[in-house]
């Protein structure tokens, strides 16, 4: 038999799986009785902070994220916790200045971080580089992702040289983020094999179910080399989220690849997913609809996430009869927006400009301020450049920016510290208004009528329609 490499596994479960499948509303309370037996299992990380948890915790949930992250913290005493982060977006939509980049990442890791994933939406490097620093400092392990996309520029000789800038820059890792389940199963076996010639870091890879082919891509790229997977448990996996990790780590047994993982114990832990998976369909949090195969997915190139987002952007506006128009325009917006990646923030905007070009009936009649943003080069640069005449109609003769974009943020910190001062009860408290700054008071406002007993009518906005 071959030498042994047992394939190292992320489980999902507590971040993207319930982003992917529930609109991230699986609550701290939910999670924390089965993190000791998830903490037994063995794996090479949990994912559970970080994406969409962050702003669906406070907006939502009306849970303090820190808080969370701390008792997972408590309770996992022997596996590596993992965060995703949005490079200089953070865990928000906007960019932001250095300092606030760099004390997110030391809060992170104080408070119980080990791994962070960190991308950018546009795969602009310079976008990465502050949080990067700031991981090594804080001796946390940096993972940079790649934000995987299909594209005449996207060749096998892009992503090797920037997986080798990724190196350069710090990176302890390298990881092949795949948010809309494009990368094919022999697709995945060119990428990995070039990555693994290119560069010596760790290389991950993270896929999506949506598409059909996920088990597939990842059985071809564990042969190729590739050295951790991201899968979910059983009850919230496959359709938009991962793989199954029972289903994995039961294909690769008696292999060289063969995880080790108890199946009894995992079967326990399903046991205790399965009836909140249940409730999720029977209160319709959880839609039938996401857990098939959408090959539509393949067709436009629309991450899962996207797709629900569009479906109730129409279903607000009236006009569920224009889906098929909007899918075919989203490929067109992201052409005119330098054929970017789509995934948040990125995602957002294509998929909100494509809206409004369709329901407007006149393309680039009405442009929000991010598109703008995009186009003037505020998010960073894009693998192709802007279609000239659209950034000529959206933004007129403004200034663009071509260095990188925070170069042009002032220090943001402490003015951001004096404007929440009267709701702080802890440091991290800052970090939640840096972020979301009504989201944010209308939590410490909620927080602080519990703790006074008093009741409030805030709690009123817990249910809401969350754009994944
Ligand atoms: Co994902």
């Known amino acids: 038999m071959a030498e042994k490499k047992p394939i190292k596994i992320t489980e999902t479960i507590l971040r993207d799986a319930h982003q992917s499948l529930i609109a991230t509303r699986m609550s701290t309370e939910q999670m924390l009785p089965i993190v000791e037996k998830l903490d037994q299992v063995g794996y090479h990380s949990l994912e559970c902070w970080g994406g969409a948890t962050f702003d669906a915790s406070l907006r939502f949930l009306k849970e303090d994220p820190w808080e969370r992250l701390r008792k997972i913290r408590d309770k996992a005493k022997n596996t590596k916790l993992q965060m995703l982060f949005r490079g200089q977006n953070i865990l928000g939509y906007n960019q932001y200045s250095d300092d606030v980049v760099e004390y997110f990442v030391q809060k992170s890791i104080a408070n119980g971080i080990d791994i962070i994933r960190i991308f950018d939406c546009l795969n602009d490097v310079r976008n990465l580089q502050t949080a990067v620093t700031a991981a090594n400092k804080e001796k946390g392990h940096a993972q940079v992702a790649l934000s995987y996309t299909l594209g005449e520029a996207y060749t096998l000789d892009y992503w090797k040289n920037m997986a080798k800038q990724v190196e350069d820059m ?32 760790p290389i991950q890879l993270h896929t999506h179910y949506t598409s059909g082919v996920a088990s597939m891509t990842y059985l071809k790229a564990v042969e190729a080399g590739v050295d951790v997977i991201d899968t979910a448990m059983s009850p919230f996996a496959l359709g938009t989220s991962q793989p199954a990790t029972e289903v994995m780590v039961e294909t690769f047994k008696g292999t060289p690849y063969d995880t080790g993982f108890d199946q009894k114990l995992l079967a326990e832990i399903a046991d205790y997913f399965r009836p909140l998976r249940d409730e999720a369909l029977d209160t319709g949090l959880l839609n039938p609809k996401n857990l098939g195969v959408n090959i539509k997915t393949l067709l436009y190139q629309v991450p899962g996430g996207m797709l629900s987002n569009l479906t109730s952007q129409l279903k607000d506006l009236h006009a569920e009869d224009k889906y098929y128009e909007v899918l075919e325009e989203v490929p067109r917006v992201r052409k005119d927006l330098g054929d970017c990646p789509l995934v948040t923030p990125s995602s957002q905007i294509v998929g909100t400009q494509a809206v409004m070009n369709v329901i407007n009936g006149e393309r680039y009649k009405m442009v929000p301020q991010q598109t703008k943003d995009v186009l003037s080069g505020k998010y960073g640069a894009t693998v192709k ?19 990188r974009p925070a170069n042009h943020i002032a220090p943001q910190l402490d003015k951001i510290k004096d404007e929440c001062a009267k709701w702080t009860q802890q440091e991290e408290d800052v970090l939640s208004y840096a972020l979301f700054p009504q989201v944010a008071v209308e939590f410490f ?24």
Not at 391 to 401: L, P, S, T, V
Not at 445 to 468: H, L, W
């Open 445 to 468: 406002k909620y927080r602080e009528a519990q703790q006074t007993g008093v009741d409030a009518n805030v709690a009123d906005s817990k249910n809401g329609a969350y754009p994944v």
């Open 385 to 403: 450049p802007f279609n000239a005449e659209v950034q000529k109609k959206c933004i007129g003769d403004a200034e663009i920016i071509t260095d």
């Open 170 to 201: 710090g990176a302890n890792s390298l990881c092949i983020k795949d948010m809309a389940g494009l990368l094919l199963p022999y697709t995945a076996t060119e990428l990995v094999q070039a990555l693994k010639e290119t560069v010596n870091i």
